[in-house]
């Protein structure tokens, strides 16, 4: 039924420092960029009650979460002149202090790519079928919600 | 058949991540059978997508059709 | 006659991609932080006239951009709740397509660590006493000017 | 004695990115002298500071400043 090409975004585990280098080394070669702005989600230790986040369990529905981003990327690359943006979303259990999240954009002049990260991640976060449960110390859980 | 998915908190009350049930005409129809089997779903806020599609309003579900139950996202 | 200790941001050539995922993987630790903004300048081969930009050469009134940078730090750290900031500024011959500014934020939640890395790269150019000198393929050069 | 800076764009037209100079009273008269030295300077634009503090009006030179000829800024 699907016939375009999607990206996928989703990786299992975490986003590591030196795959977001490799994503950075990687653009040296396209000497029309002036300006990278990236965003990364990183897991935090809340308190829930007396019991701290040891990790944060993501799952999705993968199908409809590749649609809506297919649908985020084609609106802010008509909105923005950028030259490149590359989205990375974790799946499966991520440690407090892990990264979880990468949002990778690039243009000639840097207002585009800061505003169009920074567009990409409130509707990573709206529009993405993406549920994060808050695994604490111990035995029990809490299901993130986003502000 | 249909396929019932459910994601998130809602696995909580359903104790699975889907169910295969037979035909049902519509979308208004399925989310009633689906109240009945799971009643904590009369007090849970979810959105419901056919076919990987957002339902709105009362939807014919045709045989093969994939229903996802989905709560507020929490993703990033 | 200086006393307060000001961090120092220069440093001679461009901002290696192993240094950035140094600096990511040094934050895990830090479990407070929920998300993380970089902002990246990237050297840009623009043509000029037919001649194509090879090299940014940079130079500071480095005891004053310190100065300035100081002053930056602090009212940013005023104006968002932060948990660090960090800053690269690269002096010296830095090749198109090589990272000649790094900027990065971070914060609880994510609005303070974009809004603040985005104030702070304005700040950086229209404050710092920095100089860049664009060198032309062949013998010309010609100085950059900042919009 | 004084010590003149002079960053970016300017150096191109004295060719020197410092010179030491006698002691001079004020700002005023400093680049007055400056401007004489090199007549660029009158069609330059650019801002002084004294020991790394911008001037914005005439200002007393003590013996042993540093005084800084800045175009404007290009960082980042």
């Given at each position: 039924m699907e016939t375009r090409k999607e990206k996928n975004i989703f990786t299992e585990g975490p986003v590591e420092a030196a795959f977001i280098a490799n994503s950075i080394a990687k653009?040296?070669?396209?000497?029309?960029?002036g300006g990278h702005s990236i965003f990364l989600g990183q897991v935090r230790a809340d308190m829930i009650g007396d019991k701290q986040v040891q990790a944060i369990e993501y799952t999705s529905h993968v199908e409809m979460a590749l649609d809506a981003m297919a649908k985020i990327r084609e609106d802010i690359f008509a909105k923005y002149e950028l030259t490149c943006m590359h989205v990375h979303h974790s799946l499966g259990v991520i440690k407090a202090g892990e990264i979880c999240l990468f949002v990778f954009t690039s243009s000639k002049h840097r207002k585009a790519a800061i505003d169009a990260c920074s567009e990409c991640v409130e509707r990573i976060k709206a529009e993405l079928p993406v549920w994060g449960k808050e695994i604490l110390e111990g035995e029990g859980y809490q299901w993130k919600i986003n502000h | 058949m249909i396929e019932v998915m459910f994601f998130g908190q809602l696995t909580d009350g359903t104790g699975v991540s889907s169910v295969m049930i037979e035909e049902v005409a519509n979308t208004d129809m399925l989310i009633n059978l689906m109240k009945q089997h799971y009643p904590f779903l009369e007090s849970s806020t979810y959105m419901v997508a056919l076919n990987n599609t957002m339902v709105t309003e009362n939807t014919i579900i045709r045989p093969g059709s994939k229903v996802a139950f989905m709560p507020p996202f929490s993703g990033g």
């Open positions: 653009h040296a070669t396209n000497t029309s960029i | -």
